[in-house]
């Protein structure tokens, strides 16, 4: 059976119409934060294990960004929100 991801727009979707776009926790550094704050945030990245929430971008139906949030080591999907309704941008 295919995994499914519940968009709150469209409803119960396979993944294969989803594009995992990133960590949803990470905040990005003010314009003039120095240039170690600007590489961490490009380039270096965490590879959680467990519970971890992440953007979604719904590619090939409503075209919306949402936050999912999953366990990477079952997949398992707890919640899919709206990233806007958060105050939340990918």
């Known amino acids: 059976m295919a995994s499914l991801i519940v968009c709150p727009h469209c409803g119960p979707r396979p993944k294969e119409e989803f594009t995992v776009r990133g960590d949803a926790a990470i905040a990005r550094p003010a314009p003039d934060a120095g240039e170690d704050a600007w590489y961490s945030y490009v380039y270096?990245?965490?590879?959680?294990?467990?519970?971890?929430k992440e953007y979604w971008h719904h590619t090939s139906g409503c075209r919306r960004w949402l936050v999912v949030e999953r366990d990477t080591m079952t997949h398992a999907v707890y919640a899919v929100s709206d990233a806007s309704a958060q105050g939340e941008t990918a």
């Open 44 to 52: 270096l990245r965490g590879n959680p294990r467990g519970r971890h």
